[in-house]
T-cell receptor
Framework: AQSVSQHNHHVILSEAASLELGCNYSYGGTVNLFWYVQYPGQHLQLLLKYFSGDPLVKGIKGFEAEFIKSKFSFNLRKPSVQWSDTAEYFCAVSPISSGSARQLTFGSGTQLTVLP | DGGITQSPKYLFRKEGQNVTLSCEQNLNHDAMYWYRQDPGQGLRLIYYSQIVNDFQKGDIAEGYSVSREKKESFPLTVTSAQKNPTAFYLC??????????????FGSGTRLTVV
């Protein structure tokens, strides 16, 4: 079975600092990769996704992630964080079998706190 | 607007009681999922259903049961057999077995507390 590791449980940054959240997965086959964000008191929302093609994907609110197949990684980045980025971030993986992607496996989440 | 409605938002249960959490979607999605969210553990899959009248166990199905009699509804019952039911429960749906469209759509969750 696949698994997802998020190395940082809680990250605290000042506004304008750069952000990188780590995500590694274990699965030998082809995967789809996702980052979700959960703002305080809100639904989980899709931040960005990777299916195929350019390994550098751009999402909403200035976030991007890079898929490095050789490292089984899909790290999330943002050049300059804002106070409004304070949220919990989840990496998720969906293995592809028989040409279609099925249920997601989530990492344990990273709580990001941005100080004004 | 289409979306997923979970009710109630907060639920209190006495030990030994069964309780059912509601999940309804009007997105015409084929697949529906139940996840449990605990601090520091992320989201863990309880049950999922790809089509009506069919569902499969996820990673932590013990102590839970589901039904899928209608496409738009996927209720979760937390039974008295669930040893540690206090948690935040999230329902999600997707267009089908292929998630490449946009991944999941999530509901706003139900917080269950055993008193």
């Amino acid at each position: 079975a696949q698994s997802v590791s998020q190395h940082n449980h809680h990250v605290i940054l000042s506004e304008a600092a750069s952000l990188e959240l780590g995500c590694n997965y274990s699965y030998g086959g082809t995967v789809n990769l996702f980052w979700y964000v959960q703002y305080p008191g809100q639904h989980l929302q899709l931040l960005l996704k990777y299916f195929s093609g350019d390994p550098l994907v751009k999402g909403i609110k200035g976030f991007e992630a890079e898929f490095i197949k050789s490292k089984f990684s899909f790290n999330l980045r943002k050049p300059s964080v804002q106070w409004s980025d304070t949220a919990e971030y989840f990496c998720a993986v969906s293995p592809i079998s028989s040409g279609s992607a099925r249920q997601l496996t989530f990492g344990s989440g990273t709580q990001l706190t941005v100080l004004p | 607007d289409g979306g997923i409605t979970q009710s109630p938002k907060y639920l209190f249960r006495k030990e030994g009681q069964n309780v059912t959490l509601s999940c309804e979607q009007n997105l015409n999605h084929d697949a529906m999922y139940w996840y449990r969210q605990d601090p520091g553990q992320g989201l863990r899959l309880i049950y999922y259903s790809q089509i009506v009248n069919d569902f499969q166990k996820g990673d932590i199905a013990e102590g839970y049961s589901v039904s899928r009699e209608k496409k738009e509804s996927f209720p979760l019952t937390v039974t008295s057999a669930q040893k540690n039911p206090t948690a935040f429960y999230l329902c999600a749906s997707s267009p089908g077995s292929d998630l490449r469209a946009r991944g999941y759509t999530f509901g706003s969750g139900t917080r269950l507390t055993v008193v």
